[in-house]
């Protein structure tokens, strides 16, 4: 096979991992077929074609090369390009993180409208901004939804009948969740044509929103992978569910929409809740951060030592912040960070006969600035820096690495297989 070398963005989540072939097809180096205990070599990705080597931590010896315990080491350009052009280059493969999928339920109502605290624009300018930014920075592998509400450009009527979501809602504006895949895909185009196309008018039906976008978005894709709702408002919801009791001017009951969301965190679906400036007591209303505090306590995403009763609510409170436009899309990055698992990959399976050897992976990043490193495999088992596999055969960005990687959003990854770093480029 000739050379392959692989480049995939970390902003958020690398799209490929590290795993190579041995010489011999079956990684004892023996050239007989077999795996070191005698058993036949079968292609299989499981942990026993992993050479892990004898302390079980991710790492193996060869003739030339003893166990390393990670690390990186500075590269010229030179030296990466002759790692990417190397003979011994072998079979490469993508690798898949550990995905997750996301429905966001956004606030448009005529609040949004209102000017953002500090800020030239208005609320929904600059949450259409960092919400155009976060989605660009989420890596292919996620799958992304989105409903705006109340997002209807006509009046409603002020009465207590029951009537259908969509009296209320756009809901033929949903944005039905799927992949996002890579830049310019369909879907990334859809999501920010739906946010450059929101009318930013009307009341505020945030549990008519909630759960038509959960019980028809998030819950509709079929998918293992881990799902979360984002609901993003300015805080009092001015109609009940059912499009009920709208005047614009009420407050309707917040506690039916708290117990919706602790319904979907029992189903495993945890909220994140995103407080908008205006929640604070905006426009004679009562303070809504305690119910959206409440909803995030209920909803599995907390903060640490918090209190409905602030001044650290549960939610990410954004009403306190001097800078709205850097808090919300901080918020947004520290949600995406929690959500998509950037340093932990499954490992995909290797063709038939070949096994995983750590030492013939070569893994390097470039900055953004476009100076580069090798990132060496960890054998000791404290994974400082460098990378190893875990004990389920996935491979992991030992936490500093995983830490300076995602501190660089222009970053990328390039792996090169089937070659020891000492035949292509000697260790300093």
């Known amino acids: 096979m000739k050379n392959q070398t692989i480049i995939a963005p970390l902003v958020l989540a690398l799209a490929f991992i590290p795993f190579a072939c041995s010489g011999d097809g079956d990684g004892d180096g023996d050239g007989d077929g077999t795996n070191q205990d005698g058993s036949q070599a079968n292609g299989s990705s499981s942990n026993s074609d992993i050479d892990t080597g004898s302390n079980g931590q991710g790492g193996s010896t060869t003739a030339n090369q003893g166990p390393r315990n990670g690390g990186t080491v500075e590269l010229t350009t030179k030296e990466a390009d002759d790692i990417a052009k190397a003979a011994c280059s072998g079979w490469a493969g993508e690798g898949e993180s550990i995905p997750a999928v996301l429905e966001f339920v956004v606030d448009v109502s005529g609040s949004m409208g209102d000017p953002a605290p500090g800020q030239a624009g208005t609320k929904w300018e600059v949450t259409h901004e960092a919400l155009v930014e976060a989605l660009d920075d989420l890596p292919a592998s996620v799958a992304v939804g989105m409903l705006l509400y109340p997002n209807i450009n006509r009046s409603l009527d002020a009465n207590l009948s029951i009537k259908p979501v969509d009296y209320c809602v756009k809901t033929d504006s949903i944005v039905d969740v799927d992949l996002l895949n890579p830049s310019g895909s369909p879907q990334r185009s859809a999501l920010k ?32 992978a881990r799902k979360f709702m984002v609901l993003i408002t300015d805080g009092a919801p001015t109609a009940a569910k059912g499009c009920s009791a709208i005047d614009g001017r009420t407050q309707m009951p917040t506690d039916p929409i708290v117990r919706s969301v602790a319904a979907a965190e029992k189903e495993g679906i945890t909220t994140f809740i995103i407080g908008s400036p205006g929640s604070e007591e905006a426009r004679n209303r009562d303070d809504m951060r305690p119910w959206l505090s409440k909803a995030a306590q209920v909803g599995g995403s907390a903060s640490d030592g918090c209190s409905d009763n602030g ?38 399976e290797p063709p038939m006969g070949e096994t995983i050897d750590p030492l013939k992976t070569n893994v390097i990043i470039t900055r953004g600035d476009g100076s580069t490193i090798l990132v060496l495999p960890d054998d000791e088992g404290d994974c400082t820096e460098g990378w190893q596999f875990n004990a389920e055969g996935q491979v992991i960005l030992c936490e500093s690495t995983c830490v300076d990687i995602k501190n660089d959003p222009k970053a990328t990854l390039s792996l090169n297989f089937g070659c020891g770093i000492d035949d292509v480029v000697p260790v300093r």
């Open 311 to 348: 001044p650290n609510y549960c939610h990410m409170d954004m009403s306190q912040e001097p800078d709205f436009a850097a808090a919300l899309k901080k918020g947004l990055a520290d949600i995406a960070g929690q959500v998509v698992d950037s340093c932990t990959f499954n490992v995909p």
């Open 193 to 224: 044509d739906t946010l450059n196309q929101a009318i930013v008018k009307g009341y505020t039906p945030t549990h008519d929103a909630y759960e038509y976008a959960l019980e028809n978005g998030l819950k509709k894709y079929q998918s293992a």
